[in-house]
């Protein structure tokens, strides 16, 4: 069985009137077995409900206009618990009859975890979808063990080093983070002293902005992109024998038309899965993040889902 996957950070474009019917019009063209929409609308400061009417109505309707295209919908917030203001909930998506979706609870950020069932086989793969904190490298290493839900973990200086078993075998990420090999984040890295020492400037939203405020939004989002560039969290991800479906490394984050860094990321664990087709969909509009997609066929054995071996290895 292969199923098509989607991860797609809409900028809180299911809670907007103006926006939330790109996202139904774009997940009825691609008609994914399983999707995850991060950031789908903002919360109050709990981090879980609705910001306010307006926003709890629009997403009502999209969880409605989803459901009628065959798909039962899942809806929380992310519950982030560090100190930022602008907190947001996620949307996922399995289509009926294939499986349920439910919420994975972790230390900095719920996130989505479904469990989607071979209709031959009954054996059963999971398919795990997290937007990781954006705010530096020791709270994303921090979430690592919490993406994996049922094994024994082993911690080093807070970090997962270990996992026995692979499940689950996707992985539908906001990751907020670049392979450490790539051009963007090798340029970033040698540029982060100065970046550093840019001040605090939470506003990052350039529209309607001016002058100096234009520039200061520019400078806190160039820091914030070299705070992801260190590459240490999807280093580990491959020491936990997932890979990335897109071997060419395309960007998934993007100012207009330009393409600037990949933070979005389908993984695969290599062992139980197979994954091809991958595509980003620039034509879609309304974030600055672009819509990802992915087939992933898990590799089926006699007794199941084939989860490999025991791994350790650092």
């Given amino acids: 069985m292969s199923l098509r996957v989607a991860s797609y950070n809409p900028r809180e474009a299911l809670g907007d009137e103006s926006r939330f019917e790109g996202v139904v019009d774009f997940t009825k063209a691609l008609d994914p077995d ?24 629009v997403l009502e309707e999209s969880v409605r206009r989803l459901g009628k295209l065959g798909y039962a919908v899942t809806v929380a917030g992310e519950k982030d618990s560090t100190n930022r203001p602008d907190k947001t909930g996620f949307v996922g998506i399995v289509r ?15 996130g989505f975890m479904a469990t989607v069932t071979d209709p031959e086989t009954k054996a059963a793969l999971r398919i795990g979808g997290r937007h990781m904190p954006d705010t530096d490298e020791t709270h994303r290493l921090g979430e690592l063990c919490d993406l994996f839900p049922d094994y024994e973990n082993v911690r080093r200086g807070g970090h997962c080093i270990r996992t026995i078993d692979y499940n689950p075998g996707v992985l539908l990420n906001d990751d907020n983070a670049m392979h450490g090999e790539s051009k963007i984040a090798r340029t970033l890295r040698l540029i982060r002293p100065l970046t550093d020492r840019v001040p605090d400037y939470a506003d990052r939203d350039f529209n309607g902005a001016t002058g100096l405020d234009k520039l200061r939004g520019a400078a806190h989002l160039l820091q914030s992109l070299a705070w992801m560039a260190d590459g240490k ?15 060419e490394r395309q960007p998934t984050v993007h100012l207009g038309r330009w393409g600037v860094a990949q933070l979005d990321h389908i993984l695969y664990n290599s062992r139980n899965v197979h994954a091809s087709g991958h595509r980003v969909h620039r034509e879609v509009g309304g974030s600055d993040h672009w819509p990802i997609s992915a087939t992933v066929t898990p590799v089926v054995s006699a007794d199941g889902w084939y989860v490999g071996e025991s791994v350790s290895k650092l």
Avoid at 44 to 50: A, H, L, M
Wanted: a negative charge.
């Fill in 96 to 110: 009926e009859g294939l499986g349920t979706g439910g919420v994975k609870v972790a230390r900095f950020r719920q």
């Fill in 233 to 247: 969290t999807m280093e580990w991800l491959g020491l936990m024998g997932f890979k990335d479906a897109d071997p």
């Fill in 34 to 57: 399983v999707a995850v929409f991060h950031s789908a609308f903002w919360t109050q400061v709990d981090g879980e409900t609705p910001r306010d009417g307006e926003t709890a109505a």
